[in-house]
C-alpha cells in the first residue's frame, strides 16, 4: 500500500479520530480482561487467597481438571471431525458440479448463525431418548448422545463446522484447477494430485481453519448447557464449571478458569496472526 | 471463536481482489462463475459427497427439521399463540430492538475503528488490531464473566449493569465489535489511492472525498458486517446470561426466553422462539449471500 | 520462519491431542453414585458425601453430581432414560412422579416412614444486611419499596413453593380466595426479576437486582455461611419444603446405602449443619447451625402456623390448580400475566 500524500496527512481529525478508537477499545474490552486478570489472582473478598499459588491450586482440584480434559476431548473430536469434513466439502463445492451445489454451498454457513441454545434444542428434539425422533431407535440399540460425550462433540461440532470450510473454499477458488489437471494428464492418480498439488496450496488455510475451530470449540458454551447432564466429572466442560461455580460461591475457581481460556483464545489469535503474516510474506 | 475472524479475508492478502469484495460467506458463492471448469463426480467423490451428507445431514439439517417439527406439532394457532403472548413478544421485540441498536453503532463505530487500524499508524496499532478479535475469541460465558467484574456488582467503578437493559446493550456490543471492523478492514485497504488523490485534486474536501468517494465503495462491506453483526446478537446467549436478569418484559431476550421455556418444560414454546431465530438466521445468510454476489458482479 | 510456525502449529495440535488421550484412558474402577439434584442441597449433599465415606457401604465411592432447576434437572433425567443416574434430588414430588411415569423410579419409592422426603426446610424472607427497609414478613412484601425477587414457577421447584407461602399467608389472615389473589397478584407487581431456579433467585440478590428474595431458609442460611452479606426474616406463619430423593431402579446397589446414611442421624446431621431443617426425629440441640439468626436455636417455629402440603390436598391437586404448562394458563398463570403485564 502506498502511502500518497493525501493519506498520510494529519489533521485534528485523525487525532481525535485515534483517541476515540483507543478508549473505546480501551473501555469495552482491555479494562474488563484487566479486572478478569485482578479478580484471578487478587480475589476482593471473603478470604480467598490471592497470586499464582492459589491460582494453580483451584485448577488443580480434580474436578477441575476433569472439565478441561474434557474440554480438550470434545475440542479435538469436533475439530478432527470438522477438518476432514471441511476440506471435503470444500472440494466438492468447489471442483465438482452436481444438483443442489449451491444450496449446499449456502447451507453450510448456517450453523454459524443459528443460536447456540437453538442447537442444543435442536440436537435433543433428534436424539434425546425421552422425545428425539431418533432417540429410542438409537437407545434400543444402546447408544445415547444427548447427556454422553458423544452429545457434547456433535454439539461443538455443529457450531464450529463452517469454520474450516470458510477458510478453504477461497483459497481452492484462487488457485484454480490448472496444476490439477496437469497433474491428472500426466497420470497422478486422485489421491496423488491431491497430497502433492491441492494440499500444499491449502495448507495454511486448513491450519487456519483448524486454529479457529479449535478455539470456537473450546470455548462453546449454550450448546452444551443443554445437552450436557453439567454434572462434576460427568460432562461438566470447562465453561459450564465456570457458571456453575459462579453460582455456587466458588467465584475464585470460577475466575481461574476463565483466566485459562482467556489466554487459550488470545493464544488462538497470536497464532492466526502469525499464521497470517506467515502467509502472506 | 468467530465469525469475524472468519468473515474477515486475512487483510493482505494479494492478487486481484478488487474492493468491495467483503464478506467472505459469499465468495464462495460465486464459484461457478469463476470457475468455468468444474469437474463431474467421480465415483470416489461420489461417495465422498454422499457421506458428507450424511453427516451433515444427521449434525445438522436433522435437528434443525426436529425443531421446526415441534414447533408446527401444536398446529399453527399454538405457534401463533405462544409467539403473540404478551411477555414472549416483549422479549422478541427486546431482543430485536437491542439488536438493531447494537448494529447501528457498530456500523458506524466499527468503521472508524477500521478507518484508524487501517488509514493511522502510532505505537501499540498492531496490539489493537488483535484487541478486536478478543471479544469473539473469548468463550461466551467468559465474556459475560468479563465484563461482570468491570460493570458488576463488585465494580470499582460504582456500575452495576446486572439486569439493566445497559446490561444487555454493552454485552452485545462486546460480542459484536469485530464484524463490521473485520469487513471494512479489508475493503479500505485495498481502495485505490489514486480516486482519493483525483478528488483532492479537483478541491474536495477531505470530508467530501470520504462521503462521496471512499463510502460508497465501504458500503457493501458495512452492509456484510452489520447483518452477521445483527444476526449474532439476536441469537446471542452465553455472554447474557451472568448479565440479563430475565425479567418479563425489562431484560428478558429470545435465546434466555427459549431456556426458559426448556426449562419450564414447554418444548413446543421453546421451538416456536427457536424456528423465529432460525429464520433471522437463514434470512441472514440469504442476504449475505446477495450482497456479496452483488458486489462481485460489480466488481 | 516457515519452520517455526509449522513447529509451533504442530506443538500446540499434539499438545491438545495429547490431553485429550490422557483424559480418555482416565477410568478406575470405583463405584460412583451419580446424583442429580435441583438448584440449592450441592453444599450439603457433598458434606454428607464425605461422611457417607467413611462408613463401611460408602468406603471409596466416589461422587458426581448435577445441580440446576428442578423441573429441567428431572427432564433431563427422563429425557436420557436414566442413563448413568444412580440417585435423583428434587424439590418437588411431581419430578420424581416423572421418573416414576417412565419408569425409572420404582412406584413405592414414597412407601417409607419419611414419604420419600430426604430434606426440609421452610419459606424465608431475605432481607439486606441489617434490614434497612425492616421486613417483618409477607404483607410487607406489597409495599412500593419493596423489589422482590424470587425464582419462576415455570422452571423452578423452590419458586412453587414460595409461591404457596404468600397464598396461604393470606389465607391465614381470613382472607378470601380473591382476596388472595389480590394479595398475590399486588407482590407479583413488585417482583423485580423472575429467576430460572431457587439458586439463580439468590445470584441475582447478590448482584443487587432487587431489595427482597424469597427463599429456602437452608439457601439463605448458606448465603451467610459463605460471608454474603443478607439477613433473613422467618415470617409469622411459613410453609414447610419437602423435598423428595429416590434412587433409580437401574442404580448401582451402593445407591440405596447412600439414600439410607441420607436419612440417618449422621446424614441429617450434615444436612442440619448446612441449613436444613432434618427430616425424622433428629434431636439437633448439640449442632451449631453457622450462618442461621441464632446458631443455638437455629430453626425457630413460625409464631404463626406452618402450613404443610397436605394441607392444600397435595402435590397433584395444588398443581392442576395453580400451575399450567405448555403454556396452559392456571391460577398462578393468570395472576402472574395480569401483575407482569405492561
Redesign the interface.
Known sequence: ??E????SRK?P??YL??I???T??AV??????W??G??TFFP????AGGGFGAFVERLSDPSVS?A???T??V???SVVINTV?GV??S????????PG??I????????????????G???????????????SAL?SVGF?I???TPGLI?AT??VS???VI??V??VL??I??DAE?AASSLGAT?WQTFRRITLPSIKWAV?YG???S???S?????AVK?VS????????T??LL???R????QEPT??AA?FV??LA????????????K???? | MTQTLVASPPPARPAGRGPGRAGRPGRRGRGSAANGGLFRLTPTSGLGLGVALVWFSVLVMLPLAAVIGAAAEGGWASFWGTLTDAQTFAALRLTVVEAFLVTVVNAFVGTVVAWVLVRDHFWGKRVLDVVIDIPFALPTIVAGLVLLSLWGPDSPVGVNIVNTREGIFLALLFVTLPFVVRTVQPVLIELDADVEEAAASLGASRFTTFRRVILPSLVPAIAAGSSLGFARAISEFGSLVLISGNTPYQTEVASLKILKFLEGDNQAGAAAVAVLLLLVAVVTIVALDLISRRVARRG | MKRVMKAAAVAVTSALALSACASAGGSDDAETINIVGFAVPEAANKAIATEFNKTDAGEGVTFSGSYGASGEQSRKVADTDGKDVDYVHFSLEGDVTRLVDAGLVADDWNAGPNKGIVSSSIAVIAVEKGNPLGITGWEDLTRDDVKVITADPASSGAARWNILALYTHALAQGATEAEADAYLKDVFGNVATWAASGREATEAFKKGVGNVLITYENEAILAKQNGEELDYVVPETSFLIENPGAVLEDADPVATDWLEFVLSDAGQTEFVKKGFRPVGDLDISDIEVDGANDPADPFPAPAGQLYTIADLGGWSDVTAEWFGKDGVKLRFDKLYAAATKQ
Open positions: 500500500m502506498a500518497t500524500s493525501i493519506r489533521g481529525v485523525t479520530l485515534r476515540f478508537v483507543i473505546y477499545l469495552l474490552v482491555i479494562w474488563p480482561l479486572e478478569v485482578q479478580q476482593p473478598d471473603r478470604g476433569y478441561f480434559n474434557l480438550a476431548t475440542a479435538f473430536w469434513f471435503g466439502i472440494l466438492l463445492i468447489v471442483r465438482y458440479r452436481f451445489r449451491r449446499l454451498s449456502v447451507l453450510v454457513d448456517l450453523p454459524m448463525s443459528v443460536s447456540p441454545v437453538v442447537v434444542l435442536a440436537l435433543v428434539l433428534a436424539y434425546s431418548t425421552g422425545q428425539g425422533w431418533f432417540g437407545a445415547y444427548i447427556g454422553t456433535m461440532a455443529f463446522l463452517p469454520l470458510r477458510e473454499v477461497p477458488e484462487e484454480g484447477t489437471l486422485g491450519v483448524v486454529v479457529l479449535m478455539a470456537r473450546l470455548g462453546e458454551f449454550g443443554i447432564p453439567g454434572a462434576e466429572f460427568r460432562g461438566e470447562a465453561t465456570i457458571q456453575n459462579y453460582t455456587n460461591y470460577a475466575y476463565a481460556l482467556v483464545s488470545v493464544l488462538a489469535l497470536v497464532v492466526v496472526s502469525l499464521i497470517r506467515e502467509d502472506h510474506v
